[in-house]
């Protein structure tokens, strides 16, 4: 798959048809160290272990299904992410990936601010001790009780994204005799090879501030004439899961535009530009994700070209990688149920999860890996489909995968690279109980969101 594909569905390159699939893999056991989490390996047995760890003592003492998240491999990315970018910017972690308090601590001991966009990411932030001048406040239409807390939190940054906003953080930050830092969230029209419902850079959808019409200018007019906001810089983000680097050089350059024609007209020079997120990882082997370095040195590149250009100080960088960190450490362990084998056509093997704790598929017919995990096999591959247990036909987790012709009841399998999104956007659908979140390292493991329980669902139904 190149660069510019799209292992959630690519819009604009060139696309396989359905029910398209590969050959299978020369060895089914393998684990393609691009895909797994960095302990991720098989042990003497044939066990998959993580941190140490076989997946079938997490299943038995643990139960399935369970997301599984390799801690060491989460702060090496975290670490590799601010080194690459080194003190000149700043790294935010896209809470929305997946946040929980002992995120939000690793976080922090690793050098990383965190960005939030919505109320309960702020508290949860804030109740693990990253310090509010390390948080971003990003969203499209934050509500007068979260700005409000936000800006009485102290807050680092408010992203503003729209002219109701621009007056609505300045009249409560005035109110409460503060002067909020802020960043004018722009689209520069820059449609990135990415899935429809997560690109967000060109003009027709819900995210920023156009830049087409001199409507982003006229929100920096605005900004600067409101003495309870402090505008500090320009925040554009064009997608998500994007391989290709070109989508950021024209953003960058239209960014920067937009500071030479803020200088030109205020005689300022804004020092921040927020170039948001959405580096894509490896859900395949297929695809070929950039290393942390890369990007760094790409983005600064780019930037400070525009700028010499422009004539322009460099202002400070800051990118919001989320899921980049947690999503390749990360798999979902599922325990085999029913086998149901369609001649002519592929066997449904379905597990005890499905769209309640991976929507992904069923959402932006995203594509998974899957491996069994309990044992080894050296039976012959079968045309498999991983679906779930809920009643939508739609209800898939790997819609094309080979897996061992012996694959049984109670064998229990493995889709990595579930760490972003998968959690965060879990459902109680057909009423099943969200998984937890289970962090391993060096030999320990640790539930750091617990499972939910038939009784935590009654105590929300009134009746």
């Known amino acids: 798959m190149s660069r510019s594909a799209h292992p959630a569905g690519p819009r604009h390159a060139d696309v396989l048809p359905e029910g398209h699939y590969s050959a299978p893999p020369a060895d089914l056991n393998a684990l393609d160290p691009k895909v ?3 302990t991720v390996t098989r042990d003497a047995d044939g066990v998959v272990t993580v941190g140490g760890i076989p997946v079938t003592r997490l299943a038995e003492e643990i139960g399935t ?7 060491a491999d989460f702060r090496a990315r975290a670490r590799a992410w ?9 790294v935010f972690y896209a809470g929305k990936a997946f946040l929980s308090r002992a995120v939000v601590r690793w976080l922090h001991e690793e050098g990383l601010n965190v960005d939030v966009c919505s109320g309960g990411e702020l508290a949860t932030a804030l109740s693990a001790g990253m310090p509010a001048e390390r948080i971003a406040f990003h969203g499209n239409n934050k509500s007068v009780d979260e700005i409000t807390r936000a800006v009485e939190a102290g807050v ?10 621009i007056v609505r953080v300045a009249h409560i930050a005035q109110g409460l005799g503060r002067r909020q830092k802020v960043l004018i969230r722009i689209t520069v029209g820059v449609e990135a090879h990415t899935h429809e419902f997560i690109a967000t850079a060109h003009e027709d959808q819900k995210f920023g501030i156009p830049l087409a019409g001199g409507q982003a200018a006229e929100a920096v007019r605005r900004a600067l004439q409101l003495d309870g906001l402090e505008l500090v810089g320009i925040h554009s983000h064009i997608g998500s899961q994007i391989f290709d680097m070109s989508g950021f050089e024209v953003a960058a350059h239209r960014v920067v535009g937009l500071l030479k024609d803020i200088r030109d007209e205020h005689g300022v020079e804004l020092p921040e530009i927020d170039l948001g997120g959405g580096l894509g990882i490896a859900y395949t082997s297929d695809d070929d994700p950039r290393e942390p370095h890369e990007i760094a040195k790409a983005l600064t590149e780019i930037v400070t070209r525009e700028c010499e250009a422009a004539r322009l100080r460099t202002p400070r960088i800051s990118v919001e990688p989320g899921r980049a ?16 084998p369609l001649d002519g056509l592929r066997t449904y093997v379905s597990v005890d999860g499905g769209m309640s704790d991976n929507i992904r598929t069923a959402l932006y017919d995203a594509e998974y890996s899957v491996a069994l995990v309990s044992r080894t096999s050296d039976a012959e591959p079968m045309l498999a489909r991983v679906v779930g247990k809920h009643c939508e036909s739609g209800d898939i987790v790997v819609r094309d995968a080979f897996l061992p012709a012996d694959l049984a009841p109670g064998d229990l399998v493995a889709v990595p690279a579930t760490g972003a999104y998968c959690r965060s956007m879990a459902s109680n659908y057909n009423h099943v109980l969200r998984p937890p979140v289970v962090a391993v390292r060096d030999g ?3 539930v750091i969101v617990r499972r939910e329980t038939e009784e ?3 105590r929300l139904d009134v009746g």
Request: proline share 4%; glycine share 10%.
């Open 82 to 90: 601010r080194t690459a970018f080194g003190t000149g910017a700043d």
């Open 36 to 38: 797994w989490a960095e």
């Open 325 to 340: 960190i947690v999503g390749p450490t990360a798999f979902t362990l599922y325990e085999v149920g029913t086998i149901k």
């Open 456 to 458: 935590d669902l009654l």
């Open 156 to 165: 680092g940054h408010i992203v503003l994204d729209s002219f109701q906003e």
């Open 444 to 446: 320990e493991a640790r």
């Open 65 to 71: 299904p369970a997301y599984v998240l390799d801690e």
